[in-house]
């Protein structure tokens, strides 16, 4: 046995380069399998510990997956706002522990801004049940303070007391700036993994105080407010985005869900964060079985590379394999000895691509996180991945039988004297 692997470790060496490019696309192929399922995983754990201990959210009637992501993912934009009065009466109802809400519509080179309350910092959640922390300074207390996320801060290298200028619209192109109202950075929250390390938090009454002097979405010509008077004006909210409900009791969830969706003074829609997210899943989930059809057949696209590539080379191969029958090899050593050199490529394939997607992965998760919010782990094997590499060398093991047969099949007569 010793020999016959020593046989093939040489015989294979002698052919590196050809046997090289076929380890190269079967690495490839596993690659982009693994990375997929990967890919799939990260982003289904992101999305679920974006939010924790939030009973309901609440929004504008829409679509239940439309509202989770632009409320709690900050991806699209919003149909409708709802008034403030209707969420502060909702707020107040006697189940309602606690109630935060969101305004949404601007930004900050791509990045969301959200004005929202203290209550935020007090009662948002997110993975198990984790409260947010500050990594330096305070919340926001005065009008024109600012509360950054880690993504942010990083990205921009922002540090406490720095100014920053917010534009209108939530688009990563918008150009209109409220350049006559700069902020100060007043705290950076600690690194969460959700989509509020990429958020700027600002107070209610401050995305009001920016609006003043805008009307339609562009400033009034001619007209600014000094930010020293705009303490002068009522910045009550008149409307908001969304609104983040926890209750005193979970039990009462759907009554207070049928209590927001019959509201007469506007249409409204409470929808539960698990349940908005189930749907999410099977509306991408058409996708995710693309995805990984698509990846299974470029594997079995490489695995067929390797069997023509070495079926090719059998006829190069026939001395050879007819001299090891002559100096002793039986048939099935020299079926095996095919079947071990496959085999050993598929292996050494899928290792090479996994190290490969992890290389990638150490290198692009920074930049996948920053643009998708998604947040890639580098680990060499999980137990999930472990059957898709264990598929792969079977499938591998079984495609290795074709040439291992073939070789099988040639005769030591046939080898030492081939037809011309």
Not at 226 to 254: C, E, M, Q, W
Not at 306 to 334: C, Q, T
Not at 378 to 396: R, S
């Amino acid at each position: 046995m010793q020999i016959l692997f020593s046989i093939t470790l040489k015989s294979a060496w002698n052919r590196r380069l050809t046997l090289g490019l076929v380890l190269v696309s079967i690495a490839l192929s596993v690659m982009m399998l693994v990375g997929v399922e990967r890919i799939r995983q990260d982003a289904r754990e992101g999305f679920s510990q974006s939010i924790s201990g939030t009973d309901l959210v609440i929004g504008a009637r829409t679509s239940p997956v439309q509202l989770m992501l632009y409320s709690v993912f900050r991806i699209g934009e919003a149909t409708n706002n709802i008034e403030w009065r209707n969420f502060q009466s909702i707020a107040a109802h006697p189940a309602v522990a606690w109630a935060i809400p969101l305004s949404l519509g601007d930004s900050h080179h791509g990045f969301p801004v959200l004005g929202t309350s203290l209550a935020y910092f007090e009662h948002f959640r997110y993975g198990e049940s984790q409260a947010l922390s500050l990594a330096h300074g305070k919340p926001f207390v005065g009008l024109f303070e600012v509360v950054l996320g880690a993504e942010v801060a990083q990205q921009r290298k922002y540090k406490l007391g720095d100014k920053l200028i917010l534009n209108h619209g939530s688009s990563a192109a918008a150009v209109a700036e409220h350049a006559d109202k700069p902020f100060t950075v007043v705290g950076i929250l600690a690194r969460t993994g959700t989509p509020v390390d990429r958020t700027i938090h600002i107070s209610l009454e401050a995305m009001e105080a920016i609006h003043l002097d805008w009307q339609g979405g562009a400033p009034l010509p001619g007209f600014s407010i000094n930010p020293k008077y705009v303490h002068k004006f009522d910045l009550r909210p008149k409307h908001i985005t969304a609104g983040l409900i926890g209750l005193k009791s979970r039990a009462a969830v759907f009554k207070i869900q049928r209590f927001v969706n019959d509201y007469k003074e506007e249409p409204l829609l409470a929808i539960l964060p698990g349940v908005a997210l189930d749907q999410l899943w099977q509306v991408v989930g058409i996708i995710e079985q693309t995805l990984f059809a698509v990846s299974a057949l470029v594997v079995l696209v490489g695995l067929s590379g390797l069997v023509a590539v070495i079926l090719a080379g059998l006829n190069e191969r026939r001395r050879e394999l007819a001299i090891l029958r002559s100096v002793g090899a039986r048939p099935h050593d020299v079926f095996f000895m095919l079947m071990l050199e496959s085999l050993g490529l598929t292996i050494l394939g899928a290792l090479l691509g996994i190290a490969l997607l992890d290389a990638i992965t150490l290198l692009g998760a920074p930049l996948v996180q920053a643009h998708y919010g998604i947040v890639m782990h580098p680990t060499l094997l999980t137990l999930a991945e472990l059957p898709l590499l264990c598929t792969v060398i079977c499938i591998g093991l079984l495609v290795s039988a074709v040439p291992g047969y073939r070789a099988y099949r040639l005769s030591l007569a046939d080898g030492l004297t081939p037809k011309t």
